[in-house]
């Protein structure tokens, strides 16, 4: 939020002098100081050309660390970075990644590309990799890590601290799960609670039985929302028989949740969802698209209201100047309460009393807003129009029953703006779709359509036109 | 997602019939079996006097637990219904609390009442408390746990177990923070490493001296940024002398992420945070009525433009008709446009490097955008007008000229959708304010004045009225 230079950006501007200089020795050995977290962010910034010496110098001195680097930026450049290598390289490269990320990212890869890679891979990441690719997308399969801690439960503490003491491929347990012969999931231990317990303890009498664990087919959002209810830092991953084949870490989950609101934001402005800042102009050009004509649609219904009203108009164009207030302010009403009701919904539970008390409380808050900014509306735009006729010397007088029907026409539109900002993403809910399709287009349309209609009518009943 | 019933609401369900039996060692029974996360998941979704019920229960039956519960839920509903009690009541329930939460809840009571729960708390307890309230809200400091663990650099792994297996009242331990004798952080090493080497080996010799730690004034997203971009499940605080004074945790980074997310969303749409749905009507109406005072202020830009060429209009009244479209199609691209930009600079780093890439990228989007949907709103119009005449018999007619006019005008909106969109919240951004602030009703201010504008122009020009 500040302008000063921060460290990172000095790291940025450094790495670009590195590029440029052209000496790559010296890019390696500056490269070579940071954490791969690092050179990814660094990476995000880069034009693709420097992306790719980057990649190139990574590949040639340090696989792992480059594999490291690729699962940590926008799989998008990853697999474009990748894209001019042979099967052969890319399955090299992605022997590093744990199962999780190369599933992950062979997702993005065309279909016979993928293929190709799979089979070049070594047999147990290949396996572990195929393993997840068959899960849908966005469920529990696909994301969780295959590479855990698994113990069967008359393993004794001393054989456990072994086998840890062994194991050096496996990210840090923090917990350590335990199985019962058929490798079905019966119990979780603490590392904390192996150094309690004397050596010859079973795990099976020191493990807490009653564990929180998803299944292979849960979607990944419910997946978030346990790990986040429940404080934890990791959760296993059972299939239909209740034998453990996975764990997903806390790490993931956080990125779970930036996706979600992320997409949540995206819905709501009508973004299709995975547009990028750093998309080419022509894939920006084809996603956006389809919602501006979808307003176009949604629009064209106030631009048939005001042609009925066409006669009341010529009598009285001053209503031309006013009716887009009163649209506008039933928009804003609408598209915070829509805002609300939305964010409300995608994170908590809901059921139908609380739906009846939502929107009991908009029918109320909707006739208390209408009272108060309608009133205020029609004292705003009286005193408003005074000074421009004082000031600039604006030749439209406003009479009094003009202001009246303005001011009454924002109460009833503000009224249908919070009434339509709940309906419209309850019902989305309630038919299976994400309540964030309820967008501002589509609040908008009913608050603009319905507002002209209101105001004009009110105009046309009052002028007797 | 689904409309079939959870188990969670089975869960609910059931409670509401407990408690509307009456019989409270039933209802305690039933409660005991339960996680307190999800009697904290259960008590947000009852209206006050059933959650005031189970309170009232916990606190007869089980403080620790009830503790636990009141932690987890919605910390105005825990000062709501803590409210009734003694102070010294309230003491004993938090002397249960972790620091971080009791400092949370304490921060919401009114001042006197805060300052008399503090005294009678625990000596322990409340030195914690106070000290965590001296930081500012929204920092490593306030949110910063203070129960942690912390051994000096020459300890031995033995003793290090050893004072692992006393300490009971400290959350499971991930890493262990290595100090130096003045308790400066000098390093930390993970529970798994005390089991890899002999147990004479001192930490100093196994700690990993790179560490990753916030200050106690960091501002708690920058700190959930690090866990985030660190892959932590923990990061350390330290004061301005690098002394170590807490640890925040990831499931607190977790929630600051989500209520970031939903900042971001709110302010986008105008409303104040922190409004929430179980808000009272009245709470509601006073933080919307300033946002949609604000509307009618930018709102009345337009309506001045549209007053200025009364003259147009009442030449041909079809103009009033489609100049919503217009002013409506500029709208949507530039919250389009904004929801994507603000997205990414609250997300990301942001140099005017990638400013003016921003810019130019938006420049020639908003023009490839406004041709094809200058050309499409054209046709789209002509037919639509010409289909309403064969149908509904609507008595209007659309010239050639106002359907290039009707055209020519969205391609000019639709750019200087793009370009507000990009320009308004970078420039929040450079000022030091929060680029979500640029909410859609700015964009939208632009964009109708900017529609009414150009389109009423060159009708002017075209039919020199």
């Given amino acids: 939020m500040t302008s000063k230079k921060e460290p990172f950006e000095i790291l940025v501007s450094s790495v670009r002098r590195y590029i440029n200089a052209g000496v790559k020795s010296r890019l390696w050995k500056f490269l070579s100081k940071l954490r791969t977290e690092d050179i990814a962010r660094v990476l995000d910034r880069l034009v693709f050309e420097n992306k ?23 799989p998008e450049d990853a697999v474009e970075l990748l894209s001019d290598l042979s099967p052969k390289e890319i399955s ?65 503490i001393s054989d456990a601290v072994a086998a840890i003491q062994l194991a050096t491929d496996v990210e840090v347990p923090f917990y350590l799960y335990v199985v019962d012969k058929d490798y079905r999931l019966v119990g979780v231990v603490s590392l904390k609670k192996l150094l309690l317990y004397p050596p010859n303890t079973k795990l099976k009498d020191i493990m807490l039985k009653d564990i929180i664990y998803v299944s292979t087919d849960t979607d990944q959002e419910e997946v978030a929302r346990k790990v986040e209810r ?38 709501m402005a009508g973004v299709v969802e995975g547009e990028r800042i750093q998309d080419p102009v022509f894939d920006s050009l084809k996603k956006r698209i389809p919602w501006l004509m979808l307003a176009l649609l949604t629009t064209f219904f106030s631009a048939i209201v005001i042609t009925y009203f066409e006669g009341v108009i ?50 109320l808050l909707g006739i208390a807003l209408g009272i108060v900014v309608g009133l205020g509306g029609a004292v705003f735009i009286k005193i408003a129009y005074k000074f421009l006729q004082a000031t600039i010397g604006l030749k439209v007088g406003l009479d009094a029953g003009i202001v009246i029907i303005f001011g009454v026409g924002i109460f009833f539109n503000i009224l249908n703006g919070l009434l339509m900002g709940t309906v419209i993403p309850m019902t989305f809910r309630f038919v299976g779709l994400d309540p964030a399709l309820s967008s501002n287009m589509f609040v908008s349309m ?8 209101v105001f004009l009518q009110l105009a046309k009943a009052f002028y007797h036109v």
């Fill in 230 to 267: 429940y404080n934890l830092v990791a959760i296993p991953v059972v299939d239909k028989n209740k034998k453990l084949v996975g764990v997903i870490t806390v790490d993931d989950v956080i990125d779970i949740i930036r996706e979600e609101a992320t997409e949540d934001i995206y819905r």
């Fill in 446 to 453: 009913f608050t603009d359509t319905f507002g002209f209609f």
């Fill in 314 to 363: 010529k009598n009285a164009v001053i209503l031309a100047a006013l009716m887009p207030l009163v649209a506008a302010l039933g928009g804003v009403a609408g598209n915070q309460t829509n805002a609300v009701v939305v964010r409300e919904l995608s994170m908590g539970d809901f059921d139908w009393r609380m739906g009846r008390r939502l929107l009991l409380k908009h029918f």
């Fill in 52 to 74: 790719k010496i980057i990649f190139e110098l990574l590949k040639e001195k340090d696989i792992p660390m480059l594999a490291e680097v690729l699962s940590e930026i926008d």
């Fill in 92 to 156: 090299e490269i992605l022997n590093e990644f744990s199962s999780d990320d190369a599933a992950e990212l062979l997702s993005e890869f065309p279909e016979d590309l993928k293929e190709k890679v799979i089979q070049c891979m070594n047999k147990e990441e290949s396996e572990d990799v195929k393993e997840l690719l068959q899960y849908e997308e966005d469920t529990a399969g696909r994301i969780m890590s295959t590479d855990f801690y698994a113990l069967e439960e008359n393993t004794k």
